[in-house]
């Protein structure tokens, strides 16, 4: 794809404004109880309902996320979705062992990974002007950025699971490696994180634990 012209770009930023201000004006802010549900209160979840998770509302996931920022509009993440036992199988032979069963019971576990070679796509997802030269033989440099981006997309997932009525419960106890060699082999694609999603029993929730308190962690400079 072409670079955008000035006048199409002049339009394009135009129409997102007007875009921003008319959602800004109906909207101007979240009320608690959404907040609460996407993160205040929101909890990570360990044991699963066996209600399903239907494909549309992984397509209404996937499309929430996927608007969310990254540089360039990079969008390195990739996303696999095991549900069936085969899948899960695989799957498990990455994860420590406390956590098969968590994850053997979750509707839906999605491998979270990224390419490393996200850049190809740029003249598709960044039209203004060619970045590719910014990362091709740049290995670190693609690896760093792929892995910055992919996470944040990661954790716009589970906002945009939990926004559409999901638990979610990440996880981290595994083998990056292994997935990699057992799902990834021969690509271009690594393993970030792992999470399970579907609808919580909640019965097997402790209590929510401490945070830090503005002060604590946060300056001014």
Known sequence: MSAL????????????????????????????????????????HYAWSDRAVSRDLLDVIYDITANGPTSMNCCPSRFVFVTSQAG?????????????????????????????????????????????????????????????????????FMVAARAVGLDVGALSGFSNEAVDQEFFAGTTLRSNFLCNLGYANENALFQKLPRFAFDQVCSFA
């Open 5 to 44: 012209t000035g006048e199409a770009l002049t339009v394009a930023r135009t129409r997102a404004q007007e875009t921003v201000r008319a959602l800004r004006a109906q909207k101007p802010v979240l009320d608690d109880a959404s907040i609460d549900l996407i993160l205040r209160n929101a909890r990570s």
């Open 88 to 156: 899960k199988e695989r799957l498990a032979k990455s994860l420590k062992e406390k956590n098969i069963e968590k994850m053997m019971a979750a509707p839906v576990t999605a491998i979270i990974a990224y390419d490393l070679e996200f850049w190809r796509d740029l003249p598709f997802l960044f039209p203004h002007e060619d970045r590719r030269p910014h990362f091709e033989g740049k290995p670190a440099h693609s690896e760093v950025t792929a892995f910055r981006n992919g996470t944040l997309q990661g954790a716009y």
